[in-house]
């Protein structure tokens, strides 16, 4: 935790992603840059936070707080901020980048997009 932010909660919504590995499928969780220029784990307390500061496309998990601290620490995230200002050029998922990526796990993808 950052000195001086709210109390965090014991459920936390981070941007994530599926990482098979081995066969299994692991959750990733996403570092960004802040807007203050640090690199930290964004987590949030709503998803409509969450959304908010990365995009509608955003891949999330609801996970335990506890969980994703430690995971941190072990890959060297010197922090998890909450509910943070997310660096307007910090890389977003768009609804293409999202399709391939599906498509790349060999799943059903996303449905097409309506005009």
């Known amino acids: 935790m950052t000195p001086g932010?709210?109390?965090?909660?014991?459920?936390?919504?981070?941007p994530a992603r599926?990482?098979?590995?081995?066969?299994?499928r692991e959750v990733a969780c996403e570092a960004r840059t802040l807007a203050d220029g640090t690199v930290a784990l964004p987590v949030f307390s709503t998803v409509e936070?969450?959304?908010?500061?990365?995009?509608h496309y955003q891949p999330w998990a609801c996970v335990p707080l506890r969980?994703?601290?430690?995971a941190?620490?072990?890959?060297?995230?010197?922090q998890v901020v909450l509910d943070p200002?997310?660096?307007p050029s910090a890389w977003r998922w768009q609804e293409d980048s999202l399709r391939a990526f599906a498509d790349s796990l060999g799943g059903p993808g996303l449905?097409?997009?309506r005009t």
């Open 49 to 55: 936070r969450l959304v908010a500061a990365l995009g």
């Open 18 to 24: 599926p990482h098979p590995s081995g066969g299994s």
């Open 111 to 113: 449905p097409a997009a």
């Open 85 to 87: 200002a997310v660096h």
């Open 72 to 78: 941190m620490a072990r890959d060297g995230v010197p």
């Open 5 to 14: 932010q709210p109390p965090f909660p014991e459920l936390v919504f981070v």
């Open 67 to 70: 969980t994703v601290q430690a």
